[in-house]
């Protein structure tokens, strides 16, 4: 079967940094998402990576290795607003997207 | 530009009944997929269309209904709802449904109670 793995909830400070890990197991990978969504709104993009190495985007970075099925969303200088939870979906051979259950991220002051 | 819109934005419905939620993307994207969230789970996949006139099941297909007249609207059916359909109901829609990238966008959602 197919699995997306996540922690279900993170704790971490305003001003800090945190990393978030996904690992999955699916049949075929075209590329890995990383979603924000805040509580009672919709999912919005954050990253895409389809080939090894990191992205970085501002604030936020993503890395994947696709040889270990792993892959982290890394926020620094965490704000209050970046409280909300971070879905990792990957797109398999049938260019679909499994979706990990999310991990909810806690910002404390 | 208002991207992706559903309606309604809440529901309580009767067990039995019939209910459609409406998407509209004004994007022209050519894929549009409906999901469901549920506490603790990921975004299941119900149906999606690659383009407009076709269709495909997703991962929880049983007991939901799509239709893809034309390229802005995906309207999802539940032919008799079930107290298991109680859900937040997404659609989404992508560029191209195929390579490549192609984001997913996700419109506000639809909360459905069936009691």
């Known amino acids: 079967g197919q699995n997306i793995d996540q922690p279900t909830e993170m704790t971490a400070t305003e001003g800090a940094i945190v990393q978030i890990n996904c690992t999955y197991q699916t049949s075929g990978f075209n590329g890995l998402f990383w979603y924000q969504q805040h509580a009672g709104e919709a999912p919005t993009f954050l990253s895409y990576?389809?080939l090894d190495g990191l992205e970085e985007k501002g604030r936020f970075s993503s890395f994947l290795s696709r040889s270990k099925g792993y892959s982290y969303l890394l926020l620094k200088e965490l704000q209050m607003k970046d409280s909300a939870s971070y879905l990792c979906a990957v797109r398999d051979s049938n260019y679909q997207l499994i979706w990990g259950a999310g991990t909810k991220l806690i910002i404390k002051p | 530009i208002a991207g992706i819109t559903q309606a309604p934005t809440s529901q309580i419905l009767a067990a039995g009944r019939r209910m459609t939620l409406r998407c509209t993307q004004d994007m022209r994207h050519n894929a549009m997929y409906w999901y469901r969230q549920d506490l603790g789970l990921g975004l299941r996949l119900i149906h999606y269309?690659?383009?407009?006139?076709?269709?495909g099941k997703g991962e929880v297909p049983d007991g939901y209904s799509v239709s893809r007249a034309n390229t802005d609207d995906f309207p999802l059916t539940l032919a008799s709802a079930v107290p298991s359909q109680t859900s937040v109901y997404f659609c989404?829609?992508?560029?191209?449904?195929?390579?490549?990238?192609?984001?997913?966008?996700f419109g506000p959602g639809t909360r459905l109670t069936v009691l």
């Open positions: 990576n389809v």
């Open positions: 269309s690659n383009t407009a006139g076709t269709t």
């Open positions: 989404a829609s992508s560029d191209s449904g195929g390579g490549g990238q192609d984001t997913q966008y």
